[in-house]
């Protein structure tokens, strides 16, 4: 299995656990004289089930991102710079939204409200690590579809 399938697979057991979890949790109680659709025990040990295939699954990415290189990086170390990209990116743009005045402002009787920085740089700055991001993104989703899962 390719280690993109394998993180696919992830996603859906991820999905699919929760959405157990949300059954059981409706399951859990009844109005006297009826009976749930769905046995809360039995949900209970399917999401146990899919539990265990997970985390054995995550071991498997986990230990396949340790050993696999993009670009001469560790692939871990590559999802760490873009899990921090992801956060610069945002960082900017949101403090670039919050810094640019509004107009909604009624009558021009209020005050007028001015940004303290930059805002053209912010937003250079976001778009540099976008661009950074999108490379990094594409080359960590290439490795992903040539790599198999150890």
């Not at 909604?104 to 007028?112: C, F, K």
């Not at 740089?121 to 080359?139: C, F, P, V």
Request: aromatic letters at 2%; a negative charge.
């Amino acid at each position: 299995m390719r280690l993109a399938a394998a993180l696919s697979h992830r996603a859906d057991l991820a999905t699919r656990a929760d959405a157990l979890a949300q059954r059981a949790y409706r399951a859990a109680l009844t109005q006297e004289g009826t009976t749930p659709v769905d046995d809360p025990a039995a949900l209970l040990a399917e999401h146990e089930a899919v539990l265990a295939e997970l985390e054995a699954l995550v071991v498997r990415i986990n230990l396949t991102n340790a050993s696999t290189d993009v670009d001469g990086v560790p692939l871990t170390a590559a999802l760490a710079r873009r899990d921090t990209l992801r956060h610069r990116h945002r960082m900017l743009t949101t403090l670039a939204e919050q810094s640019t005045p509004r107009a909604d402002r009624m009558r021009g009787a209020e005050l007028r409200m001015l940004p303290t920085i930059d805002v053209a740089a912010l937003h250079a700055g976001a778009d540099r690590i976008a661009k950074q991001l999108r490379e990094l993104d594409l080359r960590i989703q290439e490795v992903n579809w040539t790599t198999e899962l150890g």
